[in-house]
């Protein structure tokens, strides 16, 4: 069973509350060790002057003077605490108002409790042998002492209560205030995980730990962001360097299959063009992905409603599904339930990737259904075909942009299509999932906070 709590902000509070328990509690044990001793030393110094009274008399007057002083004592009982008691060599008690305890031989000084109706009392007293063989005990009952001590053990106890409320309510706040120092670190991760890659950590000027730990967080961001600078910066390069060569070599092919007439000739030009085409375009979605990955979230976008860009999608690719023998089917919920804060273009754009998919890959004479609902704070996108579908062992490695998507629905191609729909739906905030939709694909699209 788990004792410690998981919560590092709880443990702290716990270690913080412990500790100001503990040295309470050291402390006010030494304080009444300390009180304690001191009212002892009193009791002694008291019985220890009245004993010496007592012995001083014996040795001017006798015994005989030391036993009627003794009783007169006892019988007038100005001192309900004092304690006497004179015995003879042979243990008898001669006279006074307490038997003399079990001691060691030799002993001086003793502590004994004494049973009585209305409670036992603590009795400190001074043994004395005289020169005839009697024992003299001369003591106090530390009645008033105990008392004392008692009053001072309750009123510990009811400040040991104020100090646990006050030792937890400072454990909180401190865990609090440490929790606090390192929410803005674990705000700025966030943010900066969901692609606001600018952003840094604040400093407040104090040159902790803290402000050590964000100095430092910040140093690593910009390392990342110089590093991510570098890599998009030779991207864009090597894609258009290519792609100017790539334009010409197809210009080129253009102009030889116009020359070329041939059946073979022109069915290897076309061939190479359409290759030529495929590069341009891979070349398109690599720097259309590079572009995306470095915006930031769409919070300061404006509001749309993601059913007008459904529909219109549709309307662009029902004539292509048609020829097929393809329907398209629409779920959508009411105007305005639809409504988040996005990019128009980029939406669109994904939605038109996810229907190129699905209508591509579709059998003749099926229908193709696109939903949209809401769930909670977030929308749903789905689309639905009943194609050969993608096995599940293979389905994160769709996202790989250079992974031989379209091998598992019959036709070579990569992953930059699904990879630009994984890019458009993280910066909306969401995510993109592959189910099965026994048979074919369901592409399950969920865009962050809709509406806000």
Known sequence: MRVMPRSTSARLALAVTASFLLAFVLLGIGVHYAVSAMLIQDARDLVRVDAAGLVEMYQDDGRA?????????????????????????????????????????????????????????????????????TTLLTGTRTRSQDRFLGLMLRTALAALLVAATLGALIGWLTSRWVSHRLSHLDHTAERVGS????????????????DRLARRFNAMLDRIQDLLDGVRHATDHIA??????????????????????????????????????????????????????????VHDEPMLDLSDLVRDAAELYTPIAAERGIGLTMNLPEPGVAGLRGDADQLFQMLV??????????PADTEVGLGVQRERHALVLQIDDRGPGIPAAERERVFDRFHRLEAHRGSPGTGLGMSLVRAIAHRHGGHIALLDNAPGLRVRVTLGEAGG
């Open 195 to 210: 692609g606001e890659m600018a952003l840094r950590a604040r400093l407040d000027g104090s040159d902790d730990a803290f």
């Open 65 to 133: 003077a030391l036993l009627g002083e003794l009783r007169d004592r006892i019988d007038a009982d100005e001192d309900p605490d004092a304690v006497y008691a004179l015995t003879a060599p042979d243990g008898r008690v001669v006279a006074g108002n307490v038997a003399l305890p079990r001691h060691h031989r030799g002993a001086r000084w003793i502590e004994f409790t004494e049973h009585r109706a209305d409670g036992d009392l603590r009795v400190v007293a001074q043994l004395q042998r005289l020169p005839d063989g």
């Open 353 to 362: 990737n996810l229907l190129d998919n699905a209508v591509k890959y579709a």
């Open 240 to 297: 258009h360097d290519l792609r100017t060569p790539l334009t010409r070599l197809r210009n080129r092919l253009e102009e030889l299959r116009r020359r070329e007439p041939g059946v073979e000739a022109g069915t290897q030009l076309d061939a190479a063009i359409g290759e030529t085409d495929q590069l341009l375009h891979s070349f398109g979605a690599l720097l259309r992905l590079a572009r995306i990955e470095a915006q930031p979230p």
